[in-house]
């Protein structure tokens, strides 16, 4: 059973840092694509960044420049390094890997104070 466990969430003021981590256990196969995802109340689950096993990435507008995702092939783990933050920022953040399906993480809460 494929599980995605996330940390490195919590709450931190405006212009800080929080690194994410989405740590893959249980697939058969191997992950091509890792993607971040955000949601905050009221609004739609949207595409944070991507990352494929080749290493090209894509970035929401809201975040380039901003964040940067990453990934470690032998640690079935993506990363999401997020810096600047702002109130803009606050979700709940989701992991999701794509095997031969997708999978998706429990979600960890982030909170930019202003």
């Known amino acids: 059973q494929v599980q995605l466990v996330e940390s490195g969430g919590g709450l931190v003021q405006s212009g800080g840092s929080l690194r994410l981590s989405c740590a893959a256990s249980?697939?058969?196969?191997?992950?091509?694509?890792m993607s971040w995802y955000r949601q905050a109340p009221g609004n739609q689950r949207k595409l944070v960044a991507q990352?494929?096993?080749?290493?090209?990435?894509t970035y929401a507008d809201s975040v380039k420049g901003r964040f940067t995702i990453s990934r470690d092939n032998d640690k079935n783990t993506v990363y999401l390094q997020m810096n600047s933050l702002n109130p803009d920022d606050t979700a709940v953040y989701y992991c999701?890997?794509?095997?031969?399906?997708?999978?998706w993480g429990q979600g960890t809460q982030v909170t930019v104070s202003s």
């Open positions: 990352i494929t096993r080749a290493n090209t990435t």
């Open positions: 249980g697939t058969k196969f191997r992950i091509s694509t």
């Open positions: 999701r890997i794509w095997t031969i399906r997708e999978y």
